[in-house]
């Protein structure tokens, strides 16, 4: 099986960086976590197909500019093989079809599933997929938007590798927190990537992606290497935080960060057994097992979320596979001029 070093993506990742204009109709994003369907025939599973198809519903009336791929792209362990592997088609490129998704691009990063199998491969897709966009294990893209007051601004997108800096956990225990590093060495070069991302960010939005959450009250909770490293750092310099791995749909601000959980796209719900674990009032809405209504038939409690950019601010809205609108956060306002580095 082919497999790239940690050392070497470690080092690729430092030099993908990228602007890329917006779809110019279009500011809004879609997220979506823990969705990558089965690892038997058809490769895809009820709620994540019931997902795709409520997500290319949506953006029929509601261009995208891109989505956000939030990690456990492959259930249950990974990629088994090269880039050339029969899942890419079939659990992603089959199923995230509809015709108004065919044209985005969607950045994805690894989940704790993602790594049980071959990550490169993931990696190396890339260049074989017009839509798959993992350049490395880490790394960034800045969008450029014209808002509806006519104004241009920019989003900064910095993807994270949060199985290389706060190490793998098997997936059967749902309570399991990350033990750790493999390797401290490898770690601690992306954390100085990412403070070095965060410290130059030009953008008027910031905003880290990665699999493991710092902040949830579902089952898996708060990651608590993150909530130690990742999170003085987005409070200091402005930037706000999306991820997934809890099967269940969050959103809470600390600190005036914002912690965005969407992990639903393979099916809802974990128990809501962690809330008190985190700072207290953060969590202000959230759709978990305790929340979950009486589901029928083969379209689940699955669904994404979609950020919603704008020279003003952003918000973020919670969507289930009905295409019913479950929660709308407040908007929040760009970065404080004194945080964004001299353009």
């Not at 409520?54 to 259930?75: C, E, I, K, T, V």
Request: proline share 6%; aromatic share 12%; charged share 15%.
């Amino acid at each position: 099986m082919l497999r790239v070093s940690a050392i070497l993506l470690s080092l690729v990742a430092a030099r993908c960086t990228a602007t890329v204009p917006a779809n110019s109709t279009s500011r809004k994003l879609a997220l979506i976590g823990d969705w990558g369907g089965q690892g038997t025939p058809p490769y895809y599973n009820p709620p994540e197909l019931a997902t795709a198809e409520a997500l290319a519903r949506y953006s029929r009336d509601n261009p995208l500019s891109a989505a956000l791929l939030l990690g456990d792209n492959f259930y249950p362990a990974g990629i088994s093989g090269d880039a050339h592997s029969l899942r890419f088609e079939a659990t992603f490129e089959a199923v995230f079809n509809g015709s108004a998704l065919e044209d985005i691009p969607f950045f994805a990063v690894l989940g704790n599933h993602d790594y049980k199998g071959n990550v490169s491969a993931e990696v190396a897709y890339t260049a074989l997929s017009d839509r798959w966009d993992m350049p490395s294990t880490y790394y960034s893209k800045t969008l450029s938007f014209k808002g509806s007051d006519g104004a241009s601004f920019s989003a900064h997108f910095i993807a994270i590798d949060t199985v290389m800096l706060a190490g793998m956990t098997t997936g059967d225990d749902p309570t399991q927190q990350p033990p750790g590093p493999a390797d401290a060495v490898v770690a601690s070069s992306q954390w100085d990537w990412i403070e070095s991302q965060l410290s130059s960010s030009t953008a008027d939005f910031v905003f880290v992606f990665g699999h493991y959450p710092v902040i949830s009250g579902c089952s898996h909770g708060p990651t608590l290497i993150l909530d130690a490293l990742l999170q003085p750092m987005l409070e200091k310099y402005g930037a706000h935080y999306l991820s997934g791995h809890d099967h269940c749909q969050e959103y809470a601000e600390y600190k005036g960060v914002s912690y965005i959980l969407s992990g639903v796209g393979h099916g809802c719900c974990y128990e809501w057994t962690n809330e008190d674990k985190n700072p207290t009032g953060s969590i202000k809405w959230h759709h978990a097992a305790d929340t979950k209504a009486e589901s029928t038939g083969d379209a689940p409690d699955a669904g994404f979320a979609i950020l919603d950019l704008d020279t003003d601010g952003f918000t973020v809205s919670y969507f289930n596979a009905d295409l019913d609108t479950q929660y709308v956060s407040r908007k929040v306002a760009p970065r404080a001029a004194d945080l964004v580095a001299a353009k």
